[in-house]
């Protein structure tokens, strides 16, 4: 059968608080060659996204704390949801990567367009 | 035949100067929906690869110029190079996009990991 979100997704899933600062993303960033950070409240529920274009866009702007550049509105996948199917929700809204959660909305992993591009390198 | 990076490319690459601001480049990013901006001199010639990354992880470095963080080795794909390889190569060096580059190395186009996964969600 084609592949779903939980057979590519990265489970170990690095993440942030809103009231943490843009400084300290940035230095999670820098550590890793990653772009994409889910940002979840006290209770570990998903409240948003943030990635290195929320971060680089800042520069410049006075913005001080994740809360004032995340996106509420997160775009995610389910754990069986087919690989064509995220794919095209990518390109839909034009983003690079979306957090994997459960059937009560808990945060189990992430997936990004670099996961499914792999796939074509090992299309032959 | 399989596809190659001609096939899948973006043809109008937006570019920088490696003297160009940090900020002017946070500014692109901002305008656009996209992570990539090959850095070229004054004939055009590629010298380097600034990304939202490296604007990310430049907050509060008191970085100013995109000569201070672009990365001059750049990885690039040449236009008849099959997406399988390409998507290797990405994989290989854990980079999100390569400049496309002509027989004399001049900037052909732009292809990004979002190009490759777009491929996923038209395999059914
Ligand atoms: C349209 S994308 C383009 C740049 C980049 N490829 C990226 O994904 O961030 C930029 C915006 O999309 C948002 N974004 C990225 N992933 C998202 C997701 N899974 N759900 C909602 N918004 C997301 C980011 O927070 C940012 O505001
Ligand atoms: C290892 S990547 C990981 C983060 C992100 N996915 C990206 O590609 O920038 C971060 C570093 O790779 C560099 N990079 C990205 N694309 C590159 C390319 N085509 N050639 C050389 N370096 C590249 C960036 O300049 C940055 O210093």
Avoid: C, Q, Y
């Avoid at 990265?10 to 400084?23: C, L, N």
């Avoid at 995220?86 to 367009?113: C, D, N, Q, W, Y």
């Amino acid at each position: 059968a084609a592949p779903v979100a939980k057979d590519l997704m990265t489970r170990e899933v690095v993440t942030a608080r809103p009231s943490d600062s843009i400084t300290s993303a940035a230095k999670i960033f820098a550590k890793r060659n990653f772009d994409h950070l889910p940002i979840v409240d006290e209770k570990g529920k998903l409240v948003g996204i943030v990635t290195s274009w929320n971060i680089a866009v800042a520069v410049g702007t006075g913005k001080r704390k994740l809360s004032e550049i995340l996106t509420s509105k997160v775009i995610v996948a389910s754990e069986n949801e087919p690989i064509d199917a995220i794919a095209r929700k990518l390109e839909t809204h034009r983003i690079s990567g979306v957090p994997v959660v459960g059937t009560g909305g808990e945060l189990r992993g992430i997936l990004t367009s670099e996961d499914l591009s792999k796939l074509i390198g090992r299309r032959r």
